[in-house]
């Protein structure tokens, strides 16, 4: 998905540098100009916890907390790099709980 997504980011205003239309495939293309190569990790978190999910039908905490944490820290490097707020990410993993900032809600 992320190769087609950067195919389409190359071709429209990310970066308009191909008038070539990008092709539907989330396979290499080695025929277009734009390439994204990225390494497999050898260990994958969500891998763990779904095992561990398939066989204990729980989801550890700790782990929820820092695959969450993870996934909140890429999202916020992901809307600074698109320009989407002028906020600097921390560089600091917020595991579970509430976001820094948000109102604490009450019942």
Same mark, same amino acid.
């Given at each position: 998905?992320?190769?087609?997504?950067?195919?389409?980011?190359?071709?429209?205003?990310? *970066?308009?540098?191909?008038? $070539?239309?990008?092709?539907?495939?989330?396979?290499?293309? !080695?025929?277009? !100009? *734009? $390439?994204?190569?990225?390494?497999?990790?050898?260990?994958?978190?969500?891998?763990?916890?779904?095992? @561990?999910?398939?066989?204990?039908?729980?989801?550890?905490?700790?782990?929820?907390?820092?695959?969450?944490?993870?996934? $909140?820290? +890429?999202?916020?490097? @992901?809307?600074?790099? @698109?320009?989407?707020?002028? *906020?600097?990410?921390?560089?600091?993993?917020?595991?579970?709980?509430?976001?820094?900032?948000?109102?604490? +809600?009450?019942?």
């Amino acid at each position: 998905m992320l190769r087609w997504s950067w195919r389409v980011a190359y071709y429209s205003y990310g *970066a308009l540098t191909t008038d $070539r239309y990008p092709p539907f495939s989330l396979g290499e293309e !080695p025929g277009y !100009p *734009a $390439r994204l190569d990225i390494a497999q990790p050898e260990h994958a978190l969500a891998v763990i916890a779904a095992v @561990a999910l398939a066989f204990t039908q729980k989801y550890p905490r700790s782990l929820f907390d820092l695959i969450l944490g993870l996934n $909140r820290w +890429v999202l916020r490097v @992901a809307a600074y790099a @698109a320009l989407m707020t002028d *906020a600097y990410p921390p560089f600091r993993l917020d595991m579970g709980g509430t976001e820094p900032g948000d109102p604490e +809600v009450r019942p």
